[in-house]
């Protein structure tokens, strides 16, 4: 993708020119791969006006010299942040933006020793998220693939459902699964939760055996080519008394309220609103205690956010989890999760397991 990475650095460029940065220091993994596809951890990228420079230490200068075109490769020397400054020093840059939610103020006075006084620093949030956030045509590929994959895990997944199992073993092959399928691993620990731990929206899987009678949640998703997936599906081990029925019902229609809500220029609060304003027709809103979404890409949390009184509005090319749930301490919970990217005039759900009501 030399092409794209060239042209999201052109992006990146014409923004530093907008907010009169002479360079942007970029912390973030999935930042620096975005611009320049360099799949190391450890470093930091140092976007100019004109150029770009990644600074890495010893064990990924190799590595980066394969896999970088048009961008120079410095070995750090004496910390990364010291060498950081004196590059900056070297480029004479005098304003230079940072994302305070991914530089600490111990880095910050390391960067400005060594830069000197001649140097102002800018606290500077999200322009690269910003840019992550509209999916271009090869990454709206390499999501519909991890979704996919995502999908076959989850089905694959409920037929392992079997009074006795415990969630643990679900757990780990869930991804064996994933892994058996081409992907590089989990983008999060899956969530496998029985009975009454299904009403903690983050359950961590335990030793628990499933019995009979007892709501499952399964909440996984797959990082396939750098880019993540997540899906939750809800399913129950018997015959669903008419309450977990109605709940169930209740679920999925926010879910499909929400997912026709989306697109472009929608913000983030409306998608919100639709799906709380179902649940609150059921009078199930005060079990919804988290938000309906969020962007989805080079990482499984991005922008933009689904929640209430979210301003920022919706853009082709975003992909967004749309969540809604409830949780019911001592019954259980209930949440259907789907992957949608945004198009114009309709959108599109890239995850494709049934959302029906399953028994088991």
């Known amino acids: 993708m030399p092409n794209s990475y060239a042209r999201r650095s052109q992006e990146l460029q014409r923004l530093l020119r907008k ?10 993994p999935a930042d620096w791969y975005y611009l320049t596809g360099f799949s190391g951890e450890a470093g930091a990228l140092i976007a100019s006006q004109r150029h770009l420079t990644l600074v890495t230490d010893g064990r990924f200068t190799v590595q980066a010299a394969e896999e970088l075109r048009g961008t120079t490769v410095v070995e750090q020397k004496d910390g990364l942040y010291r060498s950081c400054g004196e590059l900056l020093k070297n480029l004479r840059a005098r304003k230079v933006g940072f994302d305070p939610n991914q530089v600490t103020v ?109 709501l499952v949640v399964l909440d996984l998703g797959a990082i396939l080519g750098k880019y993540c997936s997540d899906i939750t599906r809800t399913v129950y081990v018997g015959k669903a008394p008419a309450r977990i029925r109605l709940w169930y019902q209740a679920v999925l229609e926010a879910q499909t309220a929400a997912i026709g809500t989306i697109g472009p220029g929608k913000s983030g609060g409306e998608v ?20 309906t979404g969020h962007g989805l890409g080079l990482e499984v949390h991005e922008d933009p956010r689904l929640a209430k009184g979210q301003k920022t509005q919706l853009a082709l090319g975003n992909v967004v989890t749309i969540e809604p749930g409830v949780y019911i301490a001592g019954v259980g919970g209930i949440r259907i999760e789907d992957d949608v990217a945004v198009h114009q005039g309709r959108n599109e759900i890239l995850t494709r397991a049934s959302r029906d009501f399953i028994e088991l």
């Open 19 to 28: 907010e009169s940065l002479d360079a942007l220091l970029i912390t973030s």
């Open 106 to 214: 111990a880095h910050c006075q390391l960067l400005k020793t060594a830069v000197g006084k001649a140097t102002q620093f800018k606290q500077i949030a999200g322009l690269v998220a910003g840019l992550r956030a509209r999916k271009d045509p090869a990454e709206l590929t390499q999501i519909r693939k991890a979704a996919l994959l995502a999908s076959e895990v989850v089905e694959s997944a409920i037929g392992m459902l079997k009074p006795g199992v415990r969630e643990f073993e679900i757990a780990a092959e869930i991804e064996y699964q994933m892994r058996k399928r081409g992907a590089s691993g989990a983008a999060f620990e899956s969530i496998v939760a029985f009975g009454a731990r299904a009403a903690l929206p983050h359950a961590r899987p335990t030793a628990k055996r499933l019995r009979k009678n007892e």
């Open 272 to 291: 919100d609103a639709a799906a709380r304003g179902v649940l609150a027709a059921h009078r199930l809103d005060q079990y919804f205690v988290h938000s």
